[in-house]
């Protein structure tokens, strides 16, 4: 069970890129939106999310499933099955975050858990003996004490019941993100071993989808190969043959190791992996692309009991606050769809932090505060998704610069951004913690003005989130200083260096009319200059179109 190691460590984060004068003075044409992603784009992305979850580096699975294509191919296999084994290693651990709250509440950290368990043969002694080292992990010796006992009073029971689960989440999960029955198939049997000792239906033998036996295998070869080189891949392959491990697969892969092995080991790996993608050029379109993330943003929030539902809820009331603020439509969209996958980076922090009632050390708030910085790390890998990607990682960033993973100041922060954020602050209010009771509409909503009246959050984002919410009995002012739709356009035209001349020709105006446009902004925002314009437009979230 196993993705990529994050550390707390890891807290250097890149600052954005600004966009250069000259850059923003190409203005004849209005900028085209990015080609929407392919299917198999989006399914890597969520690989190396399950890579996070695992424990492992990122492409991790993504190198599994070259392995598993290689050996499917040494096994003579036909195409249908290879197609499949394809997405059946890659996603083949989707649904170990669903059980993300039962490990911790055994184990302690669940990342850590899997992470180990890589290198352990689950059967016998060893397996005994890991499991007794890793129940209730980090707590006092009465505490763990109590722990295994209740553990070990139904072991098999328990045990049971977790991969149950797992096996069930992760066909569902299949099924949702569009993969065929047969990969659902093949993943109801992750933890079935060869010999018939595994779970939850002891099968063996042939009763074990071809499929899965692949996978199993590819997945355990690329961790021992990078922790121990190809002989300690071989020598693991060797000593679970028969046994968690079909001969027949095994013999495969010993008959030619390095060939099977020679898949990059960094920096290609993504585009590698993409071009062997049975699917690889079915590009989505935009309902299939909403669909796809809805099923990302539900997989992300099965991590933890009281986040179930949260992503689908942000995502529909900043939509809605986003058509409120007066956002165009690409605008809305690109609100929305970061939306349902802001959270997706959680699945690389363990639930040991995100179940904790007390208060956090400064390690554990440090790995808290990186999850937005993995969600963009799994996200950005997708070139379609790169403006979702960028609001996804900026909603708990605050326009006074307190805000995480990179601590932006307003004039860093989109109306995107900010209608995020708002958004975010609001249904997290109204969910439970561990650490509080729910706070209710009316709780969530002050607490959200609270932070207005702080400083941290957009005043306009905030109200249009709180009538959108239906806590504001009136609609809102949907632009600062009662600026018009045009004077925003110009004003963000003006902040990007564009002349009255350019301006003109881009809104197909006069130079007269453009120039009565800047003269009723600039007395309306209290500026007397372009650089005080530009600023003005930065603090408030104004340089972006929508």
């Known amino acids: 069970m196993s993705p990529v190691t994050a550390t707390a460590t890891v807290l250097t984060y890149p600052a954005d890129p600004t966009v250069t004068t000259a850059q923003n003075r190409q203005m004849s044409t209005r900028a085209a939106p990015p080609e929407l992603p392919t299917r198999a784009e989006v399914l ?23 392995i598993a294509t290689r050996i499917a191919d040494r096994l003579s296999l036909t195409a249908s099955q290879r197609d499949c084994i394809y997405y059946a290693t890659l996603i083949m651990w ?81 099924e949702r993100i569009g993969l065929s029955s047969d990969v659902q198939t093949a993943l109801r049997s992750t933890f079935e071993r060869f010999d018939g000792g595994g779970l939850p239906a002891g099968a063996s033998g042939e009763a074990i989808p071809i499929e899965m036996r692949v996978a199993q295998l590819a997945d355990m070869v690329e961790v021992h190969q990078r922790e121990f080189g190809t002989e300690g891949a071989v020598a693991m392959a060797r000593s679970r043959r028969g046994g968690q491990f079909d001969p027949a697969v095994v013999d495969a892969f010993l008959a030619d190791p390095s060939g099977v092995l020679a898949v990059p080991s960094a920096g290609d790996v993504w ?11 079915t590009r989505l379109d935009g309902q299939s692309l909403d669909t796809l993330l809805v099923a990302l943003g539900d997989f992300v929030d099965l991590k933890c009991p009281f986040t179930l539902g949260h992503s689908r809820a942000v995502a529909t009331l900043a939509a809605d606050a986003a058509l409120i603020a007066g956002l165009d439509d690409d605008a809305v969209t690109v609100t929305r769809r970061a939306a349902y ?59 006074d610069g307190s805000g995480y993973p990179r601590g932006l100041a307003a004039r860093q922060l989109t109306m995107p951004d900010r209608i995020l954020a708002c958004a975010v602050s609001y249904q997290s209010a109204l969910e439970p913690r561990p650490y ?62 564009a002349s009255n001349k350019e301006i003109a020709a881009q809104l197909v105006l006069s130079e007269k009319t453009v120039r009565n446009h800047v003269e009723r902004t600039y007395t309306k925002i209290g500026v007397s200059n372009r650089i005080g314009a530009s600023m003005y437009a930065l603090e408030h979230g104004l340089t972006a179109e929508g």
Not at 109 to 137: E, H, K
Not at 469 to 496: F, I, N, Y
């Open 44 to 66: 890597a992305a969520l690989s190396v999310a399950i890579d996070l979850g695992l424990g492992q580096p990122a492409e991790h699975m993504l190198r599994s499933a070259l």
């Open 94 to 174: 989707i649904g170990c975050h669903a059980d993300s709250h039962e490990y911790a509440r055994w184990f302690g950290d669940d990342i850590a858990v899997r992470r180990g368990s890589y290198l352990v043969d689950w059967s016998g002694l060893p397996y005994q003996r890991f499991l007794l080292t890793n129940i209730g992990r980090g707590e006092s010796l009465l505490s763990r004490l109590r722990t295994v006992a209740t553990l070990y009073a139904n072991a098999r029971g328990h045990i049971s019941e977790l991969i149950h689960s797992h096996c069930t989440s992760a066909a569902l999960l299949a």
């Open 271 to 281: 585009a590698t992996a993409l071009q062997h993608a049975p699917d690889r050029a």
């Open 341 to 399: 996958v802001h959270d997706i980076g959680r699945i690389g922090v363990s639930n040991q932090i995100w179940s904790k009632s007390g208060g956090l050390t400064m390690a554990e708030f440090e790995r808290m505060r990186l999850h937005p910085y993995l969600s963009e790390r799994i996200l950005s890998r997708v070139p379609g998704l790169k403006d979702v990607a960028s609001v996804a990682t900026n909603h708990h960033e605050c326009l």
């Open 436 to 497: 509080r009771e729910a706070l209710g509409p009316a709780g969530a909503a002050r607490r959200l003005r609270e932070r207005v009246r702080d400083g941290e959050l957009d005043p306009v984002a905030a109200d249009a989130v709180l009538y959108a919410s239906g806590q504001a009995p009136d609609r809102p002012k949907t632009r600062p200083h009662g600026l018009t739709a045009r004077e925003v356009e110009v004003l963000r035209l003006v902040a990007q260096g």
